[in-house]
């Protein structure tokens, strides 16, 4: 599967976004998706992750309450809505997916596909 990321942007604190990320390809509903982030200098890390039928979502503490993940299967898009933005949000976002399996996955290595990386900075 391929992935495409979009959405991201400059915006303010206290600003919202949302981001998407379009599979291309067969069977997007056989992948469980996450999103990731990387900040300048810092190891990319899981921000949100959803299951195959969108059931079941896993948030970092550090988004939880203020980002939601859901998903459209018959629009192969995962969606990540992030309310409440904050300068430490600033990182490029990456979304990715891995066939199969349980209904989370949290670890970068888990991750069999990844889209291109969209850039979200977040001044004050």
């Known amino acids: 599967v391929q992935l495409q990321a979009s959405g991201g942007g400059l915006v303010q604190a206290g600003d919202s976004l949302r981001l998407s990320c379009v599979a291309s390809?067969?069977?997007?509903?056989?992948?469980?998706v996450g999103w990731f982030r990387q900040a300048l200098g810092k190891e990319r890390e899981l921000v949100a992750a959803i299951s195959r039928s969108g059931g079941t979502t896993h948030y970092a503490d550090s988004v939880k309450g203020r980002f939601t993940i859901s998903r459209d299967n018959a629009r192969n898009t995962v969606y990540l809505q992030m309310f409440s933005l904050k300068r430490e949000d600033t990182a490029v976002y990456y979304c990715?997916?891995?066939?199969?399996?349980?209904?989370?996955?949290?670890?970068?290595?888990?991750?069999?596909?990844w889209g291109q990386g969209t850039q979200v900075t977040v001044s004050s």
């Open positions: 990715a997916a891995k066939s199969g399996g349980g209904y989370v996955y949290l670890n970068v290595r888990d991750y069999e596909n």
């Open positions: 390809g067969r069977r997007f509903l056989t992948y469980v």
